[in-house]
């Protein structure tokens, strides 16, 4: 292994036991190692509810990155560790809520570049608008920016979630 | 019993205890273990021994585990109890050393509410484990208890804790097995890959300078792995050194090893691994203890690491060939690929390299100067010489532990171990009353060994109340103290590093060690000069109880070699009188520790 100094962004698909103080655990690597954590996400992804999925898109060297999945890969509850980023072609996706507040001509914009984005309008009174948007972190990223001067208010990301292309599994 | 039998929980766990083996529990009762405690109390195939503080507990869980392949157990209350233990905790974590220990817990449904002696134990030992759990449901009890053990002790072993609450020792519980399919996520690779052991053998026939270096791995895997070891390193006729946790793997003495690398490793190990051409790593994890500065650690080798945690592979240093599996089974694959490989391996360098080692050795890095004239100081090498001889003599078979100072790497270079799992030292976390309680351990498990704790006399004192225990249950423990009146090593660094400002090392207001001794119905020893020492040490060895040798040594010796930090392996300083190889300590270097 070479101990190249570059950086590199990760996403890592992490299968674990559902078990109470699991996410702790992960978290409690990343902070007590000092590996950096750019998002996380975690759901129960089996119907019986025994299994969840955590995404965790993080960045170091390809040692520190190396380092990072074996760390996780010995922890007990996890099941399997897989570094999509690594592995092939992958999909990322986060979703937004997005709080616009505002009247007039800065309320029709915002309407109008939303449909542009394919946000959808989830929630509306006279002043406001709640969008919800799905797509890649820069689109969001992108709409934020847009929305800024247009009232943006408030913002609900869930961070990025994500799975391989094809016909592979985790 | 059957599978759907009920019983209490403590007994549940009892029942689980006994069904993995355990034999001898360290504990200290509390509220919260009362349910526990009594059902101790009524039944005869565990013996409890009451330690007085749960740090020792732990500790002597090491000494017990460490010496006798075996997973310690341990039983403490909720609170502060579960707090004290946690630096025993993670000593064993850092020292790969399987731990099972109960900790009691507030009832259910007063956990989170600031109950008495309630603490949030699963949270706080977190990162001091290698696994917890916290048993909320009766009928996960017995499956958590079986599991603890199975983690504690497979892969890379360590300590896990199971918290008890208090409703769940007393509520009827029902019994199970421990399950006999494989654990639903964590099943850690032991055999080798076969084309990893295959380009071992290759770069290995191939090396002109190679050196074998092996760790704890080799002691955790058993016996068997150090006879492995053996087998390989005299069929291959290379060089071997140990870590500090690897001593005992290779026996001491033999012309083949090198002694002990590392800060204050020998000149020739260290020298050794800086010139390799192929370093074969087994079971020990590249640390900085070992490795000085990273960035001029052994720059023209090829490395081979195999270990049986993936993670300790390409964290610190960055290797060529990746091995993942148990100690002794990468080296029977070793052995036999070696065999099967008809390369012959270039004898002429070999040789060559083993001259340059014998010019390395000839430096005799480990020379000290004692003067033997009646009234004369102890050198403290001088005195763990005489121990070493005077045990050897006996022919008793003896363990040693020790605490954490220059006393630790003394007994590290003084001591040569013949065996594995005979030496106990706190090496990754390096806490100073680790050899006290751990000496108890050994001492329950191998009632009729001799079991010396290499000490300095502060951080003995770190544990001390540990003499109570010892006269409890007659367990004849030798603490063998190198007195030199100052927390040695630390003295040692504010010399090299720090001016000599002895900035609150001085050991003031020692107590009388005899005095003490017989305080705690022992017997106290003390030799201040030369001429009395091997009295004192024959009469320790003769003397059936726990005892406290006393040896004031002189308080200004340093140990050497020494890799000062932020120095690389070549960059050694050598004791006074010898030849410095080394540069001083750069600001680097400073911030290190």
Known sequence: ?170 | MTADAMAPGAEIVLRALKAQGVEVIFGYPGGAVLPLYDALFQQNHIRHILVRHEQAAVHAAEGYARSTGKVGCVLVTSGPGATNAVTGLVDALMDSIPIVCLTGQVPTHLIGNDAFQEADTTGITRPATKHNYLVKRSEDLARTVHEAFYVARSGRPGPVVIDLPKDIQINPAPWTEAPETPHRSYRPQTEPDAGAIGQAIALLKGARRPVVYTGGGVINSGPEASALLVEFVRMTGFPCTNTLMGLGAYPAGDPQFLGMLGMHGTYEANLAMHGCDVMLNIGARFDDRVTGRLNAFSPDSRKIHADIDPSSINKNVPVDVPIVGDAAAVLRALIAAWKADKTKPDARALAQWWKQIDAWRAVDCLKFTQDTKPGSIIKPQYALRRLYEITRELGRETFITTEVGQHQMWAAQYLGFQKPNHWMTSGGLGTMGYGLPAAMGVQIAHPDALVVDVAGEASTLMNIQELGTLAQYRLPVKVFILNNEYMGMVRQWQELLHGSRYSESYSAALPDFIKLAEAFHGKGLRATSVDQLDAVIREMLATDGPVIADICVDPKENCFPMIPSGAAHNEMLLGPGQARSGAAVTDAGLVLV
């Open chain 1, 1 to 170: 292994m070479s101990a190249s100094t570059e950086q590199r962004s990760a996403t890592i698909s992490v299968l674990v036991e559902n078990e109470a103080g699991v996410l702790a655990r992960v978290i409690g690597l990343f902070s007590g190692r000092g590996y950096n954590i750019d998002s996380l996400t975690v759901a129960p992804v089996e119907a019986d509810g025994r299994r969840s999925r955590i995404t965790i898109v993080t960045s170091g060297t390809e040692m520190v990155i190396e380092q990072i999945k074996a760390q996780l890969d010995r922890l007990v509850p996890i099941h399997k560790v897989s570094d999509l980023s690594q592995e092939g072609p992958y999909l990322a996706r986060e979703l937004a809520l997005i709080k616009v507040v505002g009247t007039g001509e800065k309320r029709i914009e915002a309407l109008r570049i939303a449909d542009a984005f394919r946000a959808r309008v989830v929630d509306a009174s006279i002043e406001s608008f709640v969008f919800e948007m799905t797509g890649a972190t820069d689109k969001l990223d992108a709409f934020l920016e847009l929305m800024r001067p247009l009232g943006l208010a408030e913002v609900s990301r869930t961070g990025i979630v994500a799975i391989a292309r094809g016909p592979k599994t985790i």
